[in-house]
């Protein structure tokens, strides 16, 4: 069912326009306190903005704080909307099929109709065989899957999902990101996500959020492969400086550590000097030496360690803005450690400059 939604809550410095279209996915990033959470809770009516609209598939839910346009608010009961968030929120004296029936039952359904359909939607989730059980036999796992049948009974037009497996344990994530895969295939959804994999599996579309304004809005593929924000860059894995485009470089911009410092690289589009402009990176492209390396024309960047971290088989070496992947045995015969001045090597090559 599409979407279109423009609010703004002055108190929180939100001001946030998106459009979703009939069964589209789109996942919503941003760092904590950007301004996600308020934006699914302004849909759902849980929050009522200072001023804006939304309207999905043709009915309006609210418009408000507009002088031009009368006052419309529509009860959250009444929106075709159904959010799943981090806490499953089951009625704790029923059970489950009973939860799951709760929808149904709740908008004129007999009995036994609810309950064929808590049935059909358990099945679909592979849950059936908990509908005896209270929610107090389950484990947080099947808590949330048992949560997504039930936000599905009410047939909302539209689901949000509210960081539906933050709080949950590594282990059970893999099969619950998979069902909800499958569950969400034809259905319209917006999900709310700090996992990066939750938006490649998940999401048709992506849109970064930071300070409360839409800074990015793409493709998943695209977003997540070529960001042009700090934070899509920093989930997607990339190392990325902004600046100003000059050449075959990226000038960073003043106010970061790299201020001054030209970044070669190949653009891969068409750019004008004076462009604002990004140069980005994988970690695996930079090497880490102690002393300045010879060879061919290189980015060269002296930085200071601030921490080490496995990642697979690699070590991720971090220096506040920048990262590299290096080897264990790499860390080991260059005796890196916290604290450890630096010079990351990276060849023109492997840096990628667009427009931001």
């Known amino acids: 069912m599409s979407l279109d939604f423009h609010a703004r809550i002055d108190e929180r410095g939100i001001d946030v326009a998106l459009q979703l279209e009939d069964g589209e996915k789109v996942a919503i990033l941003g760092p904590n306190g950007a301004g996600k959470s308020s934006v699914l809770a302004a849909i759902a009516g849980l929050i009522r903005p200072d001023s804006?609209?939304?309207?999905?598939?043709?009915?309006?839910?609210?418009?408000?704080?507009?002088?031009?346009?009368?006052?419309?608010?529509?009860?959250?009961?009444?929106?075709?909307?159904?959010?799943?968030?981090?806490?499953?929120?089951?009625?704790?004296?029923l059970s489950v099929l009973e939860n799951v029936a709760f929808g149904p039952?709740?908008?004129?359904?007999s009995r036994h109709t609810a309950r064929a359909t808590a049935r059909r939607l358990l099945e679909e989730v592979d849950a059936l065989q908990f509908e005896k059980r209270k929610p107090a036999q389950l484990s947080g796992g099947q808590a949330q899957r048992i949560a997504v049948p039930r936000a599905l009974a009410a047939d909302p037009r539209l689901l949000l999902l509210d960081e539906p497996m933050s709080a949950l344990d590594v282990a059970v994530v893999p099969p619950l990101r998979q069902m909800l895969r499958r569950v969400l295939k034809d259905r319209s959804a917006i999900i709310v996500t700090h996992d990066v994999l939750d938006a490649l599996l998940l999401a048709d579309r992506v849109i970064v959020i930071e300070d409360g304004h839409v800074v990015e809005d793409g493709p998943t593929q695209e977003v997540l492969g070529r960001p042009r924000s700090p934070f899509a860059a920093q989930i997607a894995g990339l190392n990325m400086v902004s600046g100003l485009a000059s050449g075959n470089a990226v000038l960073a911009e003043s106010g970061t550590s790299f201020e001054g410092i030209a970044f070669e690289g190949i653009a891969t589009e068409p750019i004008t000097d004076g462009d604002s402009a990004v140069a980005v990176f994988s970690p695996s492209a930079v090497s880490v030496h102690l002393t300045p390396p010879g060879g061919s024309p290189r980015n060269v960047i002296a930085a200071t360690i601030t921490e080490i971290e496995p990642m697979g088989d690699r070590m991720r070496i971090r220096t506040g803005q920048l990262n590299a992947d290096i080897t264990a045995p790499s860390v080991a015969a260059l005796n890196l450690m916290p604290g450890t001045d630096v010079l990351l090597v990276v060849k023109a090559s492997e840096v990628a400059i667009y427009r931001s």
Do not use: E, M, N, Y
Not at 105 to 109: A, L, Q, V
């Open 105 to 109: 039952r709740s908008t004129g359904s």
């Open 52 to 93: 804006g609209f939304a309207t999905l598939g043709g009915t309006t839910l609210f418009d408000v704080g507009r002088p031009d346009s009368p006052t419309i608010w529509r009860p959250a009961h009444d929106r075709g909307t159904a959010l799943l968030a981090q806490d499953p929120l089951l009625f704790p004296h």
